[in-house]
């Protein structure tokens, strides 16, 4: 079992930056991938950004430049979505995610409301 539980999240003005984080306990030493997805009202879960173990990034091309994914090398527990020039388009509710050999665990999510 893992569990996850995002932090960060509120409301932010257009062209601002917010932080978001990550925490993972449990099995974590099962996780091949983590990630971060993104919902907004009305539409489908997308991906926003991930990262592997071995460090490699992957972003969704609206996100490209602006966003960073990253993780804490110091306690390799704690994983980061660093957003910059946030775009209202952007307004959506924000989870963490990761991949074991077994299965895909969610966390519970965090809003972040950008206003125009």
């Known amino acids: 079992q893992v569990r996850l539980v995002e932090s960060g999240g509120g409301l932010v003005q257009a062209g601002g930056s917010r932080r978001l984080s990550c925490a993972a306990s449990g099995m974590i030493v099962g996780i091949n991938t983590m990630g971060w997805y993104r919902q907004a009202p009305g539409e489908q879960r997308d991906l926003v950004a991930t990262?592997?173990?071995?460090?490699?990034?992957?972003y969704a091309d609206s996100v490209k430049g602006r966003f960073t994914i990253s993780r804490d090398n110091a306690k390799n527990t704690v994983y980061y979505l660093q957003m910059n020039n946030l775009h209202p388009e952007a307004t959506a509710v924000y989870y963490c995610?990761?991949?074991?050999?077994?299965?895909?665990?969610w966390g519970q999510g965090t809003q972040v409301p950008v206003s125009p």
């Open positions: 995610q990761c991949t074991t050999l077994s299965r895909d665990y």
């Open positions: 990262i592997t173990s071995g460090g490699s990034t992957n």
